[in-house]
């Protein structure tokens, strides 16, 4: 008896690994289109089968409310926003009028219904209730008002062209009558000491 060489054996191998594959996929095959046919006569029962067909009808009903609220929010969301808007719209025209008539530097054209709300608008009225308040102290505060008029009166006596003895002395004067003291060497200046 002679023995099975390797290069044989090998082939065979091969041989048999082949003819098998090829079986099984025309075996796989008929097995596919046998469920398939099964499976669609069977698929109208099989949540019945697997006790699940009263929660699917559920599951239906309960899918369809959902998404029929999520159509109707966003419609009642919009709705809303524009209404936000209108209104918004309303005060930003307004105060942008009076921005313009009261001289505020502010603009009230960037309100955001998502991310603002009243808050956008009644911040920046502050800020200008503040700035009017402010201008209003100032206009009837008596010594902002003299000070105001000291230093320009400063200012006319640095520019007369009047020696520099009689400069500094007057304007030391009109300084110390607005409380603030003009500390310039008297020898700096050579100005005589009396």
């Known amino acids: 008896m002679k023995p099975?060489?390797?290069?044989?054996?090998?082939?065979?191998?091969?041989?048999?690994?082949?003819?098998?594959?090829?079986?099984?996929?025309?075996?796989?095959?008929?097995?596919?289109?046998?469920?398939?046919?099964?499976?669609?006569?069977?698929?109208?029962?099989?949540?019945?089968?697997?006790?699940?067909?009263?929660?699917?009808?559920?599951?239906k009903k309960v899918n369809a409310e959902y998404l029929d609220f999520i159509r109707t929010k966003a419609v009642v969301e919009q709705r809303l926003r524009d209404k936000v808007n209108a209104v918004a719209e309303m005060v930003s025209s307004r105060l942008n009028r009076l921005s313009k008539t009261r001289s505020w530097n502010e603009s009230f054209d960037s309100f955001n219904a998502k991310e603002d709300g009243v808050e956008y608008f009644t911040n920046k009225l502050d800020d200008m209730c503040f700035q009017e308040a402010e201008k209003h102290i100032k206009k009837g505060h008596k010594i902002y008002n003299s000070l105001k008029e000291k230093r320009d009166n400063c200012k006319v006596i640095i520019h007369t062209g009047s020696d520099i003895n009689s400069t500094v002395k007057t304007l030391q004067k009109e300084m110390a009558s607005a409380d603030i003291r003009l500390a310039i060497p008297e020898q700096l200046l050579q100005i005589a000491v009396k």
Do not use: M, T, W
């Open 4 to 59: 099975i060489r390797s290069n044989e054996l090998e082939f065979f191998k091969e041989l048999v690994k082949d003819k098998f594959y090829d079986k099984e996929e025309a075996v796989r095959s008929e097995i596919h289109l046998e469920a398939d046919k099964l499976a669609e006569k069977r698929k109208a029962s099989f949540p019945k089968e697997c006790g699940v067909d009263k929660s699917l009808n559920q599951l």
